[in-house]
């Protein structure tokens, strides 16, 4: 009689299941990893950088990526407001304006000697009062974004030509070392084995911003309420969401991150001109399209609009150094885009099928 056992020991077959699922497993994360567009511009930022690093001795210095890490610290700060308004499904054509007017409130407040404690509250308190009237328009009066953001990009820069007379303004008062160094300053990093590392505050601004925004675009509630709108808006209503309430709050976030960076432009400038921030807003706005956000609304993420401002910036800076025409900077904006759109779209309809 035969007295083998033919049932499979587990010892044997455990083994090469648990591999079978560990592979699935690894392939579904890379696929999902694959299918994000803050992937692949995260990875075309690194080739970027690793090219012009072997491409020019001089991006790779330590003063070329203090001054790039500053500059698109000014763009990314903006562009995280922006994402937040894109994810609700609107836009705000007045970021510009709104940073030039900040920067004059702040500029003319301290020019007459008044303390930059009270000149900075003041920015961000006409900078928010901004946000607040698009906000209310959009969402009470109905008006569609891109009209009542398109006025207020015109009105928010006449108000700051009324307020300076149309002039420059360099002195701000006794405070004003306290302004260059609000702008212009940075904090030295002691590193083992290296030389100390120079970071500039509008870094400092923009990582602590990405935090607080990143946790609340994923923990909070109002983070949440923000992507059901985009995604839905009626349903989101019907839903119990205060709809017009957060609209109006988001319109005034992006309206403070305007504002934040007007103050620190100034203090970096050491002047104000009513050009400031003049085109700003297209700057913003491929940013945040570029790290993934979608101008239908319900998608973009916080780290995705830093890394978009961060390609734009390497962009740019590879131009200057490589002797290549800046005019080109909006070809290969425009181009980064349109590809950015398309992967999205491609992504979607495959995903529906």
Known sequence: MDTTDSTPRAGVAEPSLQQAIAQQERRGAFAWLAGQPTFWVSLAALLAFVALTLASDVFATQQNLFNVARNFAFVAIIAIGMTAVIVTGGIDLSVGAVLVLSGMVIGMTMNAGLSIWLAVPLALLVSLAVGAFNGVLIAYVGVPPFVVTLGMLSIARSLAMVLSDNRM????????????ALGGGFVELALPWLDPVKIPNPLIFLLVLLVLTGLAFRWSRWGRWLFAI???????????????????????????????????????LGTITTGLGQGMELTVIAAA?????????????????VVGAALIEVIRNSLT?????????????????????????????????
């Open 169 to 180: 303004v360099y002195s701000f008062g006794p405070d004003q070392p306290a302004l260059l």
């Open 230 to 268: 985009g995604g839905n808006e009626r349903a989101a209503t019907l839903t119990g969401v205060p709809v017009k309430a957060i609209k109006v709050s988001v319109y005034m976030f992006c309206a403070f991150c305007a504002g934040l960076t007007g103050i620190l432009e100034v203090g970096w």
């Open 289 to 305: 399209v570029i790290g993934g956000a979608n101008l239908s609304g319900g998608v973009g993420t916080a780290f995705g609009a």
């Open 321 to 353: 150094l490589l002797g290549i025409s800046t005019f080109w900077q909006g070809t290969f904006v425009g181009s980064f885009i349109v590809i950015a759109v398309l992967f999205d779209r491609l992504r979607s309809r495959s995903g529906s099928d």
